[in-house]
């Protein structure tokens, strides 16, 4: 089992920056992908971005790309979500999620953290 754990969520203004952390634990050696995904009241779940685990492959959705940047610190095991000029629209519960693959289907993903809310004020 991996275990993801969000954090840095919260609210903010029009144009400010967040960043959000997800660390995972477990059996790591089974992840070969990292995924952000978020969820708007009454909205399906969508793809924010993804990489792989060894490098290969980045992809951001178009909505965010230029705003947002993955990174992440093997050392602390942990996956960040860097989230600047942001906009209302971006609020939303923010989910990351591991898996095989990289790609932009929530169901191409096995575990998902508790997500955490950012809230963008106009």
């Known amino acids: 089992q991996v275990q993801l754990v969000e954090s840095g969520g919260g609210l903010v203004q029009a144009g400010g920056s967040l960043r959000l952390s997800c660390v995972v634990s477990g059996r790591t050696n089974n992840v070969q992908a990292m995924g952000w995904f978020r969820q708007a009241p009454g909205k399906v779940r969508e793809f924010v971005g993804a990489?792989?685990?060894?490098?290969?492959?980045?992809r951001y959705a178009s909505s965010v790309k230029g705003r947002f940047t993955i990174s992440r610190d093997n050392a602390r095991n942990t996956v960040y979500l860097q989230m600047n000029s942001l906009k209302p629209e971006d609020t939303a519960v923010y989910y990351c999620a591991a898996g095989n693959f990289a790609g932009t289907t929530p169901s191409l993903y096995d575990y998902w953290g508790q997500g955490t809310q950012v809230t963008v004020s106009s």
């Open positions: 990489f792989g685990i060894s490098g290969s492959v980045t």
